[in-house]
């Protein structure tokens, strides 16, 4: 499931001055808790066209989940861009690179990379949740590049980090959004990626979280 590009912040944002954010969780799915169905319920809930107040009420919901499932996230990736010459080029990279390798939620089947009979091990035991924005360096970006600098070296891969970050991308000012989206791997509410998944080409830059 994938929404982006959804909302463009002020009539002639300047890009040429933009930072870049983007989070990405690898979460054991449980059944029990039905994770991937709220994280996909609160999706499903997007309006088509949204306001700068809506949007900031969808990520602090989102927010919201994934820091009560942080305990449950065994990988991830972070990363706060402020060179405005490579940040859209990044979040654009995101995007294409997570397109390529979801699964298609409307068809319900696969990429053509992705089939079952090619996986070593079908056991379906996690989700993968991206969220990444594209701001203007104003106020909001300034903290989130401010608290990224912060972050010793030996602290990027802690849990309270993730946690921090996401705290700090529920008080996202959107009026200065130029870009935004959100991904849930894969789409539907049956698959899910195997540990092998997790541990093959294409998903090295992930580091577990402590």
């Not at 060179?83 to 068809?107: H, L």
């Not at 912060?150 to 870009?179: G, H, M, P, W």
């Amino acid at each position: 499931m994938k929404f982006k590009g959804m909302f463009k912040a002020l009539f002639g944002a300047n890009e040429d001055e933009s930072g870049f954010v983007g989070l990405q969780l690898v979460i054991l799915n449980s059944v029990e808790d039905n994770i991937r169905e709220r994280i996909h319920s609160a999706i499903a809930a997007i309006p088509s066209e949204q306001t700068a107040g809506q949007k900031w009420k969808f990520y602090k919901e989102t927010s919201d989940v994934l820091l009560e499932l942080l305990p449950f996230a065994e990988y991830g990736y972070w990363d706060v861009i402020d060179n405005p010459q490579t940040a859209e080029q990044e979040f654009n990279q995101w995007v294409d690179d997570i397109d390529s390798s979801s699964i298609d939620q409307e068809t319900g089947g696969a990429t053509e990379d992705w089939n079952d009979t090619d996986r070593i091990d079908i056991d379906k035991h996690y989700i993968v949740v991206s969220i990444l924005f594209l701001l203007q360096q104003k106020n909001s970006f300034k903290k989130l590049s401010e608290f990224a600098d912060s972050v010793e070296e030996s602290a990027i891969n802690d849990r309270t980090t993730y946690s921090a970050l996401l705290q700090r991308i529920k008080q996202i000012d959107f009026t200065t959004c130029i870009s935004d989206a959100v991904f849930v791997m894969p789409g539907n509410d049956t698959d899910g990626f195997s540990w092998t998944d997790m541990r093959a080409e294409g998903w090295e830059y992930l580091k577990p979280i402590f």
